[in-house]
């Protein structure tokens, strides 16, 4: 039998037959998925490396195109977000976007979940680090938005408003609606353009930050035309 080593987070298990389960991780190359036997005893050596979120080292077996576990171990434990219903809710609306809107091989998200899921843990504020990883989903999703210039002239100066059906920044000449505010504008910049190491340099107010969750959610919906993501609902009730 032939193996491979993959390093990753874990997104999503799902039970599959005679006890084994179905384990979707994500890694620097995209999504990979395998399955895994006797996660279901506490005690089992592999039990700490499929934990949900747990960043960990994987060797698998390949035969006939599929991986099966052979030995996990858990390089980071995220066990402090269970207790945490914002965190943890924030992580799964996450989780199930990048599940949803990014392709399978595309890992780019990688390294900015890797960091999420440690700005969580530090306490850093939950609704901007949510507003930062949709922005990301949304770049990597193939529906980019624009937010260097105006999305119909190009230009780079007099910004003033953000328009979802046009794809982003418009200028004071082509924009047909209402001046936003700077701190509006600036938030919705900072979001895409901001790199996984410098999540935590600064906190995007709350009404923005909720004003931009909204607004993104609904485009991204829109742009898939799917119905309405349960994490993302979840995580605004709960915060
Ligand atoms: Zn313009």
Do not use: W
Request: hydrophobic residues 40%; charged residues 25%; glycine residues 6%.
């Amino acid at each position: 039998m032939n193996y491979t080593e993959l390093e990753g987070i874990v997104l999503k298990r799902v039970p599959y037959r005679n006890g084994a389960e179905i384990i979707n991780i994500l890694t620097a190359e995209g999504r990979k998925t395998f399955t895994a036997y006797g996660l279901n005893k506490p005690n089992a050596k592999n039990y700490a490396s499929c934990l949900l979120l747990n960043q960990s080292v994987f060797t698998l077996g390949i035969q006939n195109q599929k991986l099966t576990l052979k030995e996990g171990t858990c390089l980071k434990n995220y066990f402090c977000l269970y207790d945490d219903i914002v965190k943890m809710t924030a992580t799964q609306a996450i989780n199930e976007m990048i599940l949803r809107f990014i392709d399978e091989d595309d890992g780019r998200i990688y390294r900015y979940l890797s960091r999420f899921l440690i700005a969580l843990e530090e306490g850093f504020d939950p609704l901007t680090l949510v507003v930062i990883m949709m922005a990301k989903v949304i770049l990597f999703s193939g529906y980019g938005l624009e937010y260097n210039e105006c999305v119909i002239c190009g230009s780079k100066t007099n910004i003033v408003a953000v328009d979802y059906n046009e794809g982003g920044y418009l200028c004071a000449h082509c924009a047909k609606k209402a001046k936003e505010t700077s701190e509006y504008l600036k938030s919705y910049r900072y979001s895409f353009l901001v790199d996984d190491t410098k999540l935590t340099y600064h906190v995007i107010t709350k009404t923005i930050a909720l004003r931009l969750i909204h607004e993104f959610h609904h485009y991204l919906i829109s742009r898939f035309e799917c119905d309405e993501l349960k994490g993302i609902e979840l995580f605004l009730e709960v915060c």
